[in-house]
T-cell receptor, first 117, second 114 residues
């Protein structure tokens, strides 16, 4: 099946630093990828839609200057959490569809757990 | 906007018990419906899906039927196992087009005890 891979799986950083999370589609091309944030015991909140070669589309309430998204190729999207603060600590998950499949399912990365000290 | 509501957990069952996790949705069009499962420490995996009314999705003994008249997609399993302990998410997508994200319910945690 289609594989989406995230890196790093865990990252700990100091408050005020920036952290980059990579999301790769390993065996298919993804013109669109989605970034979700998962809070403890809560559902996944869609943060933004990452579009290859163009600007990301952010959901209401998500700071685009805080969460920088770059989708430079058909297989790679990156999320950079800038000037991270403890409240940014969370589980970030990316996902993508394989456009050659009719199923419509999203394939998810393993997630990246960010802890800001 | 489109949304999904699923029953609050946690749900605790004994092994071999019958499972139902309720899920209802609101949508303006004809969405595709999904159940995803997240095992402890892992990412989300598709469990089953249905793309039109009256479709039944099934996998690993789990079933869910797309009911347009009741806007529901309840997840059922006749006999749960300890290994089914996980968080289950109901989700919908307005389109299978790659540009459409999934809207998720809040998740239902299931714990199956021996």
């Amino acid at each position: 099946g289609a594989v989406v891979s995230q890196h790093p799986s865990r990252v700990i950083c100091k408050s005020g630093t920036s952290v980059k999370i990579e999301c790769r589609s390993l065996d298919f091309q993804a013109t669109t990828m989605f970034w979700y944030r998962q809070f403890p015991k809560k559902s996944l909140m869609l943060m933004a839609t990452s579009n290859e070669g163009s600007k990301a589309t952010y959901e209401q309430g998500v700071e685009k200057d805080k969460f920088l998204i770059n989708h430079a190729s058909l297989t790679l999207s990156t999320l950079t959490v800038t000037s991270a603060h403890p409240e940014d600590s969370s589980f970030y998950i990316c996902s993508a569809r394989d456009g050659t499949r009719q199923s419509g399912e999203l394939f998810f990365g393993e997630g990246s757990r960010l802890t800001v000290l | 906007g489109d949304s999904v509501t699923q029953m609050e957990g946690p749900v605790t069952l004994s092994e071999e018990a019958f499972l139902t996790i309720n899920c209802t949705y609101t949508a303006t069009g004809y969405p595709s419906l999904f159940w995803y499962v997240q095992y402890p420490g892992e990412g989300l995996q598709l469990l089953l899906k249905a793309t039109k009314a009256d479709d039944k999705g099934s996998n690993k003994g789990f079933e869910a039927t797309y009911r347009k008249e009741t806007t529901s997609f309840h997840l059922e399993k006749g006999s749960v196992q300890v290994s089914d302990s996980a968080v289950y998410f109901c989700a919908l997508s307005e389109s299978s087009n790659s540009g459409y994200a999934l809207n998720f319910g809040k998740g239902t945690s299931l714990l199956v005890t021996p």
